[in-house]
C-alpha cells in the first residue's frame, strides 16, 4: 500500500526524497545513484533543518510564540526558514551577503521574509556576525544552523534512515556529498556509520579552497564562534558549498572520523555536469548537485565492478538564472532557432504582418450605446479625478502607464472594462465602442486628463517626456512628483525592449 498523499501541514511533506538512478552518466558496471533534494517543497536539502531547528528551539523554549528569527545564510536555509516561519507565523530576518543569486533574495521576500545584505568583501564571517549582532541587539532568536545540532539530528533521524531503507537489500557501498554547515555530512555519515559501517564516506569541496584538505583547523572565539577566515579559502563556485570557515558539524564530522576521503572538485566541471544532469538525464538541479556528482563519479571511476554509490543533489537548478550555470543559456533565438522559424512561412518575425485584428476580438457593432456614452462622459467631466484610464484588467500596456502614474505619484481612475464588474450586459464592450468612436483609435488603454484625450500607452510617455503632461496635470490640479527624472519607456515589458 502506498503511503498516504494527504498532509496536515506543507512542513508534513518535508524528506522521503527520491533515489534515481542515473543511466548515461555512470561509469560501466557501477551502480550510480542520486537522492534528489529539490524535491522537498522549496526545493532543497535545507527544508529538513529548517523545521528541525525551529521545532527544537519550540519545545526547548528558546523560541517564543511571535518572536523574530533570524539567520545567516547564502540562500537555500533562507529559503527554507521562509517557509517555516511563514507557516508557523513567526516573523524572519534573513542575512546574507551580496554576491549571492539575486533570485534567492526575491523568493525569501515573496515568503514574507526580510533580507538584509552584507558586503560581499566581508563573506561569510560577515554576514554570521550581522546575524549574531541583531540576535544580540533586538533579542531575536538565531538558529545557528552552523553548530546547532538539530540540524545533524534531523539528518540521523530522516535522511540517513531514508537512504538504509533505499539501500537495505543490496547495501550501500559509496556515500557523496559536499558540505556547507555540515549537517547534511555529519548527520547522514553517522546514521551509516550506526548502521552500515561498511559505507565509505566521501565529502567533497571546491578544489580551489581546500579547506578541509589543508588540514589546517579553523581558528575560534572563546564562544566557538570562527574568528577569522579559514586561510585556505578562495571564492569559489559552489553556492551553498564551504563557506571562508569550518563549521562547528563539519569539523565534528571529521574530527569524529566519520569522513573517509575528501575529494577535491573544480567549478568547470561542476557546471558542466549540473548540465549533463539536465540535458542526459532529465535531472534539474544546481551547481553543488554537479559539484557533488563530479567527486561520485571520480569515485565511481576508482570503485570495483557492481559497486552501489548514492550521490547527494541539494537543490533546484531554479535558483540559478542570474548565476554562471545560465551564462550561455539565452534568452532569444540563436541561428539554429531563426532558421527553424524561416522553414516555414507563417508566424515569423521576418514576414509580413498578419492582417490587424479587429481590436477586441469581434467584429464590433457600429452602434453607441446612450448609456454607456453618458457613463464615458460622466466619468470624464469628474474634476475630482481628473486622471481617468480605460484599461483592461492585466493588459501589460495598462500596466506600463500604471508603473509611471505610480512612480510619480498620480492619482487616477481606472476603468477596467474587462473586470468582473463591467461584464454584465456587456457594459465593458459598449464603452469601448465609445472610446473607439471618441478616441479614433480601438486600443486599450485610452488615458484622458480633464476630459481632454491624451492617447494610448506610448501617447502618454511621449507628452510626459515633451513636458505636455505635466502642464496638462499642472493645468487640472493633478499632483505629481516634478522632479522625477525618469524615462518612461522603462516601465514597457521586457519583450518590447528585447525587439
Ligand atoms: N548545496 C547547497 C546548494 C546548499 O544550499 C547547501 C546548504 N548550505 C549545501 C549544499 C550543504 O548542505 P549542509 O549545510 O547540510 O552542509
Not at 10 to 36: E, H, Q
Not at 78 to 89: D, E, N, R, T, Y
Not at 383 to 401: D, G, I, K, N, T
Not at 417 to 432: F, H, N, P, T
Request: charged share 25%; aromatic share 8%.
Amino acid at each position: 500500500m502506498r503511503p498516504t498523499m494527504r498532509f496536515d501541514s506543507i512542513l508534513d511533506t518535508i524528506g522521503r526524497t527520491p533515489v534515481v538512478r542515473i543511466g548515461k552518466l555512470a561509469p560501466a558496471g557501477i551502480n550510480l545513484f542520486v537522492k534528489v533534494e529539490s524535491f522537498n517543497p522549496m526545493g532543497s536539502v535545507k527544508d529538513r533543518m529548517a523545521r528541525a531547528v525551529i521545532e527544537d528551539a519550540e519545545r526547548s523554549g528558546a523560541l517564543a510564540p511571535g518572536q523574530t528569527v533570524v539567520e545567516a545564510t547564502s540562500g537555500n536555509t533562507g529559503i527554507s526558514l521562509a517557509m517555516v516561519c511563514a507557516q508557523k507565523g513567526y516573523p524572519l530576518v534573513i542575512t546574507m551577503a551580496e554576491n549571492f543569486s539575486v533570485e534567492r533574495r526575491r523568493l525569501m521576500r515573496f515568503l514574507g521574509a526580510r533580507v538584509v545584505l552584507t558586503p560581499a568583501s566581508e563573506k561569510g564571517t560577515g554576514m554570521l556576525a550581522k546575524a549574531v549582532e541583531l540576535a544580540r541587539e533586538h533579542g531575536w532568536f538565531l538558529t545557528r544552523q552552523f553548530d546547532n545540532e538539530a540540524n545533524a539530528n534531523v539528518h540521523t533521524a530522516t535522511t540517513a534512515r531514508e537512504i538504509l531503507a533505499d539501500f537495505a537489500e543490496d547495501g550501500l557501498d559509496y556515500w557523496v556529498s559536499g558540505f556547507g554547515t555540515g549537517g547534511t555530512l555529519k548527520g547522514v555519515a553517522r546514521g551509516l556509520k550506526a548502521e552500515s559501517p561498511g559505507t565509505r564516506i566521501v565529502a567533497c569541496e571546491p578544489d580551489n579552497a581546500p579547506v578541509l584538505r589543508s588540514g589546517i583547523s579553523q581558528e575560534r572565539s572563546v564562544d566557538g564562534s570562527p574568528s577569522v577566515s579559514h586561510p585556505s579559502f578562495r571564492p569559489h563556485l559552489m553556492q551553498g558549498w564551504s563557506p571562508d570557515f569550518v563549521a562547528k558539524l563539519t569539523e565534528d564530522a571529521q574530527r569524529e572520523g566519520l569522513v573517509d576521503e575528501i575529494v577535491p572538485v573544480g567549478g568547470a566541471e561542476a557546471l558542466r555536469l549540473s548540465r549533463a544532469l539536465a540535458r542526459e538525464e532529465g535531472i534539474f538541479c544546481g551547481i553543488s548537485s554537479g559539484a557533488t556528482l563530479a567527486a561520485a563519479l571520480d569515485v565511481g571511476r576508482r570503485a570495483p565492478k557492481g559497486a552501489n554509490i548514492l550521490c547527494m543533489l541539494p537543490d533546484t537548478g531554479e535558483r540559478y538564472l542570474s548565476t554562471p550555470l545560465f551564462e550561455d543559456i539565452e534568452a532569444e533565438m540563436d541561428g539554429e532557432e531563426m532558421e527553424i522559424s524561416r522553414s516555414t512561412s507563417g508566424y515569423r518575425f521576418d514576414s509580413p504582418a498578419a492582417p490587424p485584428q479587429k481590436p477586441g476580438g469581434p467584429v464590433l457593432p457600429t452602434e453607441i450605446d446612450p448609456e454607456a456614452a453618458s457613463m464615458v462622459s460622466r466619468l470624464l467631466e469628474d474634476r475630482q479625478q481628473a486622471v481617468v484610464m480605460f484599461a483592461l484588467e492585466w493588459c501589460e500596456f495598462c500596466w506600463s502607464v500604471r508603473r509611471l502614474f505610480a512612480r510619480l505619484g498620480i492619482s487616477y481612475r481606472s476603468v477596467d472594462l474587462d473586470s468582473a464588474q463591467y461584464q454584465e450586459g456587456d457594459v465593458g464592450g459598449k464603452i469601448r465602442r465609445v472610446l473607439a468612436a471618441k478616441a479614433g483609435a480601438p486600443t486599450i488603454p485610452q488615458i484622458f486628463v480633464a476630459g481632454r484625450h491624451v492617447g494610448g500607452c506610448t501617447e502618454v510617455f511621449d507628452a510626459y517626456k515633451a513636458g505636455q503632461l505635466q502642464e496638462w496635470l499642472d493645468g487640472a490640479d493633478v499632483g505629481f512628483d516634478a522632479d522625477a527624472n525618469i524615462d518612461p519607456y522603462e516601465f514597457l515589458p521586457g519583450w518590447v525592449h528585447a525587439r
